[in-house]
């Protein structure tokens, strides 16, 4: 049964209707039309917030079968990385990680409206009807890295259980001096949020290394705030499971990149295997990141329309030659879908 379409249909019906009220009129007087009018204005705002309600509704409905259509693969006690697609190809980062010892670990998420996607899917990788994440990484206040961790915060508590929240935020007023509204915003959020969680919350700093079960995490950068744009706040970690290593980078930009370079490029610890490509692959981190990390293959949280620069105001053609010179020999790309990695 396809769901989306009925709705759709439904709904532009009953728009219409409401656009044709005041046409319908019996009194052509100013005043009977002015009551029309706003009757008809009244009546649509309903039926469009009832229709949402209704789509919302259907929306685990919905996922629940594309992601079974999907054939998305239980890796539980399995070390795998499974990288999310956009459910409207637009930009954000949402990433699953499995461990071989049963250990379940998140980085970022998504916008709000991916929450149900998000749910199936974890509900499936885990095959447990409350999936329970160990981990969960919010790389920097951005909507479209953390709004999924929000909801399931906030409102979603009987569908997901997390055990700790692994963060770096600096001030939201900071963000508030500095006309950084979305970062001001976010930072607000999580602070009214966590205050129901505190036990919960590990705020990460650069030199932190530690395991989540045979997971081992390295913290290369936390937030300088001398950097200006909250992008260059992006927590930037290694990942070491399952005999590879994953770079993961948030938004991360050329600021943060070199520093990143400057403190740990006599250490050993920038190669990585795998590399999460930085600001949704277009406008991050400089070629000489990537030059240091060396990947073998690259993740790329972008959609459609960055990776093919659709504006034509992206550096995304750029990114995407450098990472060519390199030879990476595969690239997965979330506008071709959700992607699974098996580390072993």
């Known amino acids: 049964m396809k769901i989306r379409p009925i709705i759709s249909t439904l709904l532009v019906f009953v728009l219409l209707f409401a656009l044709a009220v005041p046409a319908l009129a019996a009194a052509p007087g100013q005043a009977a039309l002015a009551a029309s009018a706003d009757f008809g204005t009244r009546f649509k705002d309903f039926f469009t917030k009832l229709f949402d309600r209704i789509k919302a509704r259907f929306a685990p409905i919905q996922y629940f079968f594309e992601v079974k259509k999907a054939h998305v693969p239980n890796t539980m006690h399995k070390n795998a990385i499974h990288m999310l697609k ?143 744009d909250v992008n260059e706040h992006s927590v930037i970690f290694r990942m070491d499971l399952g005999g590879k290593s994953v770079m993961f980078t948030g938004d991360a930009q050329v600021g943060a990149g070199n520093q990143t370079i400057a403190q740990w490029a006599d250490s050993g610890l920038l190669k990585c295997d795998i590399c999460k490509m930085a600001h ?20 790329w949280p972008t959609p459609s329309w960055v990776w093919n620069n659709v504006n034509g105001n992206l550096k995304t053609p750029e990114v995407r030659g450098w990472i060519e010179e390199l030879g990476v020999r595969e690239n997965y790309v979330a506008k071709d879908g959700s992607h699974v990695l098996y580390l072993d």
């Open 86 to 228: 956009s459910v409207q190809d637009t930009i954000g980062d949402s990433f699953i990680i499995t461990t071989e010892d049963g250990k379940v670990i998140v980085v970022d998420g998504g916008f709000q409206f991916e929450t149900d996607y998000f749910i199936q899917y974890l509900k499936a990788v885990t095959g447990q009807k409350k999936p329970r994440i160990d981990a969960w990484f919010l790389s920097h206040p951005h909507t479209d890295h953390v709004e999924v961790f929000n909801e399931v915060a906030e409102h979603r508590t009987k569908q997901v259980t997390f055990d700790k929240v692994l963060l770096h935020y600096v001030p939201a007023e900071l963000y508030a001096s500095r006309s950084q509204e979305e970062g001001r915003q976010m930072v607000s959020a999580f602070d009214r949020i966590s205050k129901a969680f505190p036990q919960k919350v590990q705020i990460l700093n650069t030199g932190d290394v530690f395991n989540i079960g045979k997971a081992k995490i390295t913290v290369l950068y936390t937030a300088d705030t001398s950097l200006i």
């Open 280 to 299: 949704h692959g277009q406008d991050g981190v400089d070629k000489n990141f990537y030059e240091a990390v060396a990947p073998e293959i690259c993740l």
